[in-house]
């Protein structure tokens, strides 16, 4: 059973935009947190930002602070990241993750989706 389903990946140029959506389902609706990681290739999979469900905390990793934008919608279930001043070295498949903590650390979530491409060309 499927239960995070990301959306909305694609290409675009530098300085461009896209938006990210993670639809869950199943065992993560109870989950606090919901993060995005992306992995390039070649490297290892890293942490872009994570958001918790009872306060709406939010963090980021440092290189996407102030162009990227997590928010969640816990009626519709849904986890959303706005990509804003795209950068070629955002070329990356992201992934959405479900846990019980927002953290940086991929290994604190135990639920992930299947990821989707985002292509930033120069």
């Known amino acids: 059973q499927v239960e995070l389903v990301e959306s909305g990946g694609g290409w675009v140029q530098a300085g461009g935009s896209l938006r990210l959506s993670c639809a869950s389902s199943?065992?993560?609706?109870?989950?606090?947190?919901m993060g995005w990681f992306r992995q390039a290739p070649g490297k290892e999979r890293e942490f872009v930002a994570a958001?918790?469900?009872?306060?709406?905390?939010?963090s980021y990793e440092d290189s996407v602070k102030g162009r990227f934008t997590i928010s969640r919608d816990n009626v519709k279930a849904t986890a959303t990241l706005q990509m804003n001043s795209l950068k070629p070295e955002d070329t990356a498949v992201y992934y959405c993750?479900?846990?019980?903590?927002?953290?940086?650390?991929?290994?604190?979530?135990?639920?992930w989706g299947q990821g989707t491409q985002v292509t930033v060309s120069s």
């Open positions: 993750a479900a846990g019980n903590v927002a953290s940086t650390l991929a290994r604190r979530y135990p639920y």
């Open positions: 199943g065992r993560t609706l109870s989950m606090n947190a």
């Open positions: 958001i918790s469900r009872t306060y709406g905390a939010t």
